[in-house]
T-cell receptor, first 109, second 111 residues
């Protein structure tokens, strides 16, 4: 079954420290993976998608098919990065998204 | 463009009642998806509407039903409410299933 696992509920770092939010998936075939972010009192929004191979707000994510991972990374965390982060992938041959349980990132000054 | 708008923002119901939640998609979008987000969980897909028809459905009972209108707006109806239906209900719109834009959600509390 297709599944997304985010093993950490909470990740706390200090400003300027590197950040890695973990995401593992199970999927047969070539998945399309997404990271969504929800800042305090704001709506859920797309942060990045792996097919775009882009960096948004300093975040990058590389698809590792061997490890079935799509970890979200940022070399130097900022306080404004504090938010809930969700990894997601579409159910095969549909655009229904399966979300992980999310990781709350807290960046302390 | 106001983006995806949902109403109401908060709602309190009692067990056994029925509820209707509303969603207006982002301008130009034709597809509406509904998600349920329980406390501490990621959003779970309920169903998707396109061209006024339910196109896909997640693992939710028939108590959950919906509708899409000609102007692409949508309603989510839940009958015979249970305590476990308490959650944040998110609407997301897209153009033919492309990038999803989410609304702020309706927080439903069932007492």
């Amino acid at each position: 079954a297709q599944r997304v696992t985010q093993p950490e509920k909470l990740l706390s770092v200090f400003k300027g420290a590197p950040v890695e939010l973990k995401c593992n998936y199970s999927y047969s075939g070539s998945p399309e993976l997404f990271w969504y972010v929800q800042y305090s009192r704001q709506r859920l929004q797309l942060l990045l998608r792996h097919i775009s191979r882009e960096s948004i707000k300093g975040f990058t994510a590389d698809l590792n098919k061997g490890e079935t991972s799509f970890h979200l990374k940022k070399p130097f965390a900022q306080e404004e990065d504090s938010a809930m982060y969700y990894c997601a992938l579409p159910l095969q041959n549909t655009d229904k998204l399966i979300f992980g349980t999310g990781t709350r990132l807290q960046v302390f000054p | 463009d106001a983006g995806v708008t949902q109403s109401p923002t908060h709602l309190i119901k009692t067990r056994g009642q029925q509820v209707t939640l509303r969603c207006s998609p982002k301008s130009g979008h034709d597809t509406v998806s509904w998600y349920q987000q329980a406390l501490g969980q990621g959003p779970q897909f309920i169903f998707q509407y396109y061209e006024e028809e339910e196109r896909q459905r997640g693992n939710f009972p028939d108590r959950f039903s919906g509708h899409q209108f000609p102007n692409y707006s949508s309603e989510l109806n839940v009958n015979a409410l249970l305590l476990g239906d308490s959650a944040l209900y998110l609407c997301a719109s897209s153009l033919s299933g492309d990038k999803l834009f989410f609304g702020s959600g309706t927080q439903l509390s069932v007492l």
